[in-house]
């Protein structure tokens, strides 16, 4: 993959020309795309901005994010040809930051289940998940050094996991939603895709002009507690022993790592995800599902057809068991600094019909905590797993943070 950090500091000391590593990024997708098919468009040639933080870096956006200089298709049919005339606001944030928006990543309709025929660029027969498929693929292919996705469920955890890339789904409207495809407006987050976590703690802390997001010189030892979330049903044999090797590497490296059992009320938090999502989505794609039905894609219209009755009364119910569980979140993280758990209950499964399991995402999507997905173990098949890192809500560079240390401590082990 492509460090975003490394080619900073090679752009820094002159070593490396902005305009050469963006030409570095159009080589690699021109000799990958058309096997990964990470890209819907991209450009040909394109030329560095003279200044920012993130000039030289190119970048993909999820085609669910308006630009300007694109069209924003969407995954679906419905919206073919659409051409946004103003670029999203994170977006916006990249180009003044300096980077180059080199093309469109590919997405699942609306960012819902129905597969793209993006594959995973570690195996070919599996998937790179969803919904957030091309911008993992992209980064995991060494394609890019950065891209945009969004998360409603679990679309930029579990297909960084399964493409071996660094991501963080921050903090809940830590980056703005404005001409985004709406599916959850209490869901739906922004993250970022990068090679590792110093990278995706240089994007995030350009795109937002926030400084204490970068990291430390040295990262002191966090109190990690390991949760597992039997909740969520089980969980295979490559994602247990990606855990177990995150949080002894993490231990003998000096952080504090303990088990946590976490309270009743996240069990009923996990279980509402889906009201709140789905009474949402009702009401985010009522013009698609009214008047295009026939074209909107096969699962997710079948998914709308099964919730079209959720009472609002069950809504108010699922998000006032959120905020019980958001409330719930303070006194575990007074015991510990960090959470740890599961990206994905295994390795990306095997073909393209699937984007995989997000049930191990929702809950923290639902509570609006920055999750950091490390990448933790290559199993049987060439096959990514990673783990995830959950800090405080607003507490982003403590996350980033956390993550690093856990990266480090699973390089040394």
Known sequence: MISLADLQRRIAKGELSADSAVTQSLEAIAAQDKTIGAFVCHRIAAHAPA????????????????????????????????????????????????????????????????????????????????????????????????????????????????????????????????????????????????????????????????VELLLPSSVAAPRIGVVTQDFAGEVEKASVDALQTAARSAERAGAGVRALALPPIFAEAWRIHTTVQQFEAH??????????????????RGRLDESRDIPPADYDEAQAIAAQARAALDPIFEEVDVL?????????????????????????????????NVPTLMVEGNLPVGVQVIAPYGSDAKALAAARFVEQALKRR
Not at 70 to 98: C, N, W
Not at 119 to 139: D, I, L
Not at 185 to 209: K, N, P, Q, R, Y
Not at 344 to 358: E, H, I, Y
Request: hydrophobic share 40%; aromatic share 6%; net charge neutral.
């Open 340 to 372: 740890l758990t599961y990206s994905a209950p295994g390795a990306p499964p095997r073909g393209l019909d699937s984007t995989g399991d997000p049930r191990l995402n929702r809950l923290w999507t639902l509570l609006g905590t920055p999750c950091v």
């Open 283 to 300: 009401q985010a794609l009522a013009w698609e599902y009214r008047e295009r039905y026939d074209e909107m894609a096969p699962l997710l």
């Open 51 to 210: 200044a920012g933080p993130l000039r030289g870096i190119a970048v993909g956006i999820k085609d669910i994010i308006d630009t300007a200089n694109f069209s924003t298709e969407m995954g679906s049919p419905i919206y073919r040809g659409f051409h946004p005339r103003a670029d999203a606001p994170v977006v916006a944030m990249l180009k003044q930051a300096g980077a180059t928006i080199i093309g469109k990543t590919t997405t699942t309709a609306f960012a819902a289940n129905d597969p793209t025929a993006t594959v995973n660029p570690h195996n070919h027969a599996h998937t790179p998940g969803g919904s957030s498929s091309g911008s993992a693929a992209a980064v995991g292919a060494g394609m890019i050094p950065l891209a945009l996705g969004t998360q409603t469920g679990g679309s930029v955890i579990r297909p960084a996991s399964f493409c071996g890339a660094a991501a963080i789904k921050p903090s809940y409207r830590l980056l703005p939603t404005v001409g985004v495809k709406c599916f959850s407006w209490s869901l739906d987050t922004v993250g970022l895709f990068a090679a590792g976590i110093e990278d995706l703690a240089c994007g995030l802390s350009a795109m937002t002009g926030r």
